[in-house]
């Protein structure tokens, strides 16, 4: 049982009267229990009334909220958010598919457990704390994890050296909580296309499940054209890209590693053809130096400018230079793809931003899709600040 209490402010406690998962630091009045960070705590109002129950965090989000019932979070508890996550999967049909190992079966939040994000590649899943209170129970969700995939899963590895609060006093050791994978098992398939995930030295869990959907729009629109993957990573856009018949496509990222992963990607997919080419360089540069009207379909997908809301300006400085060099040099009738995935960033500042940048240029810009995250990385309907990933497809005049 939990002793420790969060009391908040008089006029405060309405955010969490609406389901709001995040308490605030500066809504609390008084915090009772001396809570470490990690532990589990108990939300009150003003009055004295049971709110909610969630893992407390030193910094501005004060407590990150699991339950509005109060109850204990024992195994079972933990063992029937994520059935209900596997049910959901199942449901909207990207759990259990053949030609397609890869998803996302905790969106935090998205979920209900705040702080925890967890991919599936094939047998393996990747799990990433962003919470100490996660942390805290790392073996517990592994262990039921596997009863829960009713052997679907054989490994899990936790992978959160870089996702955990930097100060948190932790072991923040990266490594297999279950069983261990083999070279083989690193390879996954997405919508019927290889790749390789390489959760222990990639970024994020090893590749981006979040462009799935959006990789399949790029292919129904790639056929005969000249296509430009910027930041591309591990070369997702590329190899649905290619697949959809592009005459031509050039993936560009500045991590040389990032370019050698690419490269071994779409080998995978498409042995020996000559339509691929790769580049490590910066975007930017890239885009200053590339002809007028060389690429018909330009991808744009730049890590998050925004991590922060401080520097949210900045952020949207960025997201304007960088379409704007794009729409002055797309192909006339051309395509841009273009993303933001900082959380900070909203729809519609990030459609100014783009807006702004057409304008720059003075070219007659159509807005043809509305993209953002895919259904296996859901939207807590409380919890806006879930919808992270906002996508506009152009056609450019
Ligand atoms: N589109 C990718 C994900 C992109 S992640 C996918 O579908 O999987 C962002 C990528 O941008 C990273 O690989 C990072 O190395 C690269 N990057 C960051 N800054 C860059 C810059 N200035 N120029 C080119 N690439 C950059």
């Known amino acids: 049982m939990s002793n420790c209490r969060v009391i908040l402010k008089n006029g405060k406690e309405e ?4 389901f709001h998962p995040w308490v605030f630091s500066g809504a609390i009045a008084k915090v009772e229990g001396n809570p470490k960070e990690g532990d589990v705590v108990k939300v009150f109002t003003s009055k004295g009334d049971f709110c909610a129950v969630g893992h407390y965090q030193i910094g501005s989000i004060a407590v990150r909220i699991f339950s509005f019932k109060d109850e204990e979070p024992t195994a079972k508890f933990w063992n029937s958010k994520l059935s209900e996550a596997y049910k959901m999967r199942r449901a909207i049909g990207i759990a259990g598919r053949s030609d397609n190992n890869t998803y996302r079966l905790i969106h935090g939040e998205g979920d209900g457990i705040p702080g925890c994000v967890i991919d599936i ?3 393996t899943a990747v799990m990433q704390a962003h919470s100490v209170g996660i942390h805290n129970i790392k073996d517990l969700l592994a262990k039921e994890l596997i009863k829960v995939m009713d052997g679907q899963i054989e490994n899990v590895y936790y992978k959160s050296e870089t996702t955990l609060p930097y100060k948190a006093d932790t072991d923040k050791e990266d490594g297999y909580l279950i069983g261990s994978a083999n070279e083989a098992d690193f390879i996954a398939i997405e919508n019927g296309l290889k790749f390789k995930a390489d959760w222990i030295k990639g970024q994020k869990t090893g590749f981006f499940v979040d462009q799935r959907d959006n990789r399949s729009l790029l292919e129904r629109y790639a056929k ?11 070369g997702g856009f590329s190899f649905y890209a290619m697949r959809g ?5 050039t993936s560009v990222d500045s991590s040389a590693k990032a370019i050698e992963l690419t490269k071994e990607n779409v080998e995978l997919n498409f042995p020996g053809d000559t339509r691929h080419r790769a580049e490590a360089t910066d975007a930017f540069k890239f885009l200053d130096d590339m002809k007028d009207g060389e690429y018909d379909l330009i991808i744009l997908d730049p890590p998050a400018f925004a991590k922060h809301r401080d520097v949210l300006k900045r952020a949207l400085n960025g997201y304007k230079k960088l379409n704007a060099k794009a729409f002055e040099k797309i192909k006339k009738g051309g395509i841009l793809f273009t993303f933001s995935c900082s959380q900070a960033v909203n729809k519609e500042q990030f459609r100014l931003a783009v807006f702004s940048a057409a304008a720059m240029t003075g070219r007659n810009v159509r807005i043809l899709h509305q993209l953002t995250q895919p259904s296996d990385h859901p939207v807590n309907i409380y919890h806006p600040e879930g919808e992270y990933l906002k996508g506009l497809v152009l056609y450019v005049e």
């Not at 005969?224 to 591990?234: A, I």
């Not at 018949?245 to 496509?249: E, I, L, N, R, T």
């Open 15 to 18: 955010a969490v009267l609406r």
């Open 245 to 249: 018949g592009a005459k031509s496509v």
């Open 224 to 234: 005969d054209k000249d296509v430009l993957n910027m930041f591309c990573y591990t």
């Open 121 to 123: 590649y094939g047998k």
